[in-house]
């Protein structure tokens, strides 16, 4: 069923919401009034091989506002929308992101050491759905994730995390190298949760400021993260299994920082 958005001469569309989909808008000219109006999209497809005025238009605009968008072949853009959509389908945002640096700030003038957890390529929703519940749970304040790489924040990811994507603050940066840089400089300690690392969990002091960071489900966190690192924390393990889902090695890691903190 369309949804009419006031003083805009454009329809926007909801797909089904259990498969997570959420909404979505398309064409050139409305996808392009939306960014100039302030909506927050979660992500935009465009059309391998696009070019012209319009579409370089568009471009400047998207990136000016630094929202994540992804080149397509046209067979991915028809799957979704089987009307004239223009080369370029924008899905709208299921929450709303929070600047880093004023979460940053916020969390410190609110307490003496803040916890915060970092998110290095994790691709699955539910994964990043999961580790948000347990983050609410454990009272971190706040989720970071990249604007590229990373998994969509959709209603999938919402109902993985039981509603916490709506409560924890999350913000998207465009360098997560950079975030590091601002954790640093604020005196964090940034904690590389990685099987490799010499120090088990129970030998990091998570009471002070503390930056947990998470790497993807594959290949861990990327080396330039890594090397950002200031602290490495390992989940002792006693099986034949290599290592934890993501997403549960992430509550393992932040319940040992709640324990200390109690």
């Known amino acids: 069923m369309p949804f009419f958005l006031l003083n805009l001469p454009w329809i926007l569309y909801s797909e089904d ?7 979505y808008l398309y064409g050139m000219h409305p996808v392009t009034e939306a960014v ?17 005025e319009q579409f370089r238009t568009l471009m400047e605009e998207l990136s000016a506002r630094e929202i994540p968008y992804q080149f397509v072949p046209s067979e991915k853009l028809g ?15 299921q929450i709303d992101y929070v600047p880093f640096e004023e979460m940053v700030e916020g969390s410190l003038s609110r307490k003496a050491n803040p916890l915060f957890i970092v998110l290095d390529g994790v691709s699955d929703v539910r994964n990043l759905g999961a580790i948000a519940r347990s983050a609410e749970c454990a009272g971190v304040d706040g989720i970071v994730v990249p604007a590229k790489g990373s998994a969509s924040i959709n209603a ?7 509603g916490a994507l709506l409560r924890v603050p999350v913000a998207r940066v465009p360098n997560l190298r950079a975030a590091l840089y601002y954790f640093r400089d604020s005196e964090f300690q940034i904690v590389a949760a990685s099987e490799k690392a010499e120090d088990e969990m129970y ?8 930056a947990i960071v998470m790497g993807s489900e594959g290949k861990g966190i ?4 890594l090397g950002l690192c200031t602290v490495g924390a390992r989940i002792p393990m006693a099986g034949l299994t290599g290592s934890l889902n993501v997403s549960v090695a992430a509550a393992v890691i932040l319940y040992e920082a709640v324990r200390q903190r109690k």
């Not at 999938?156 to 039981?162: G, L, Q």
């Open 17 to 23: 919401m259990e498969n997570g989909k959420g909404f």
């Open 222 to 225: 990327s080396e330039p993260v």
């Open 156 to 162: 999938d990811a919402v109902k993985a995390s039981a």
């Open 203 to 210: 030998d990091v002091n998570f009471r002070k400021s503390t």
């Open 36 to 52: 100039r109006q302030g909506r927050r999209f979660e992500k935009v497809l465009l059309r391998k091989g696009m070019e012209g």
């Open 79 to 93: 799957s979704i929308v089987r009307g004239a959509h223009q080369g370029v389908i924008a899905f709208l945002a």
